[in-house]
């Protein structure tokens, strides 16, 4: 059990925030698996300050039985608040605010957001403290090790968000500048969760069970982010909650379950974005779910490449089952 801001989290798992994936349809799918706390897409402050239709469509959710932050970034204290003020007027479903510090691609960075915010802590509080000037809910922070293994400063910049009052902190294991490659140094971070003030959540690589139990005991950590891992691996949420329920070890799904699993999301997606439109960015998903599975290969191009609509995804998904003797029927 921890604590954000008021709310009392019993999940051990964050469904992370992931541009072009992590939209409503893919989190209310996920929620079945079991998490406490899920954030948005990035949400820019220019373009919820400017009006821009598809970014206040990121801010646009209901109530669900977990907690949903709406990420947002910039870099500006002014704009931010500002920013967090209309998503609360469009949306006064929001639980809680999340800022990113820890974006690594350049087009974020070299407009000084996300990692880039790494290089000034004192900027990175008064962030903060912004956002908590206009709004009573909690306020999280993602950040990284540092911008690079010169400037590994990850202590400092968390000493200036508790300072600033906030409630939670995600720490990515990597530097800005080794993006998302290589080994997360969760290491580097042994015992953090005990210098710390508030919740924990680590963030970097969880592709299984194992890597969530590793990442816990090294760090402390309150609870995982899981975001790259969990897609077409929606069963690892839950076996993450089980074992962190009564200890058991869950065996991973059926060929049958996983697509099963696979066509529910792409049902969902087609629903929230349209058919058309909902599989052309299903091609980037669906594929993850055949990972692993005799001729993989051949059904993860065909996913990639023939999704038009629902009734091509059904039938790429029945070729899959009968070449593999399993009884599949939607």
Request: net charge neutral; glycine share 8%; charged share 25%.
């Amino acid at each position: 059990m921890w604590k954000l801001g008021n709310y009392q989290i019993e999940s051990k798992v964050v469904l992370g925030p992931m541009a072009g994936i992590t939209f409503k349809s893919y989190r209310e799918f996920m929620s079945q698996f079991g998490f406490g706390v899920c954030v948005t897409e990035m949400v820019s402050d220019m373009g919820l300050i400017y009006g821009n239709k598809e970014t206040e469509e990121y801010v646009s959710f209901k109530k669900g039985n977990y907690l949903t932050g709406v990420q947002l970034f910039g870099h500006e204290p002014e704009n931010v608040k500002k920013a967090a003020e209309i998503a609360l007027k469009l949306n006064p479903n929001i639980d809680f605010f999340d800022f990113n510090m820890g974006c690594p691609v350049p087009k974020v960075t070299n407009a000084g957001a996300g990692s880039a915010l790494m290089k000034n802590p004192k900027l990175c509080g008064d962030i903060i403290r912004a956002i908590k000037e206009v709004t009573d809910l909690p306020v999280s922070a993602k950040i990284r090790l540092g911008w690079d293994n010169n400037s590994i400063n990850y202590l400092e910049v968390i000493k200036e968000l508790e300072e600033a009052g906030v409630d939670m902190i995600t720490v990515h294991s990597r530097t800005r500048k080794e993006l998302y490659s290589g080994e997360p140094h969760h290491d580097l971070l042994k015992d953090l969760r005990n210098k710390m003030s508030v919740p924990l959540v680590i963030s970097g690589n969880i592709y299984t069970l194992d890597d969530a139990i590793n990442a816990i005991n090294i760090t402390g950590a309150d609870a995982v982010m899981v975001a790259r891992g969990g897609i077409g691996n929606p069963f690892l949420l839950k076996q993450i909650e089980q074992y962190y329920k009564d200890g058991t070890r869950l065996e991973s799904p059926s060929l049958k379950e996983q697509l099963e699993w696979c066509y529910e999301l792409g049902y969902k997606i087609a629903e929230d974005k349209g058919e058309s439109s909902g599989m052309r960015i299903y091609r980037a998903i669906a594929p993850k779910f055949v990972i692993g599975i005799p001729n993989a290969k051949k059904y993860k191009n065909r996913l990639c490449t023939e999704l038009a609509d629902l009734k091509s995804l059904k039938m790429i998904l029945k070729d899959i089952a009968n070449d593999n003797e399993i009884e599949f029927s939607l």
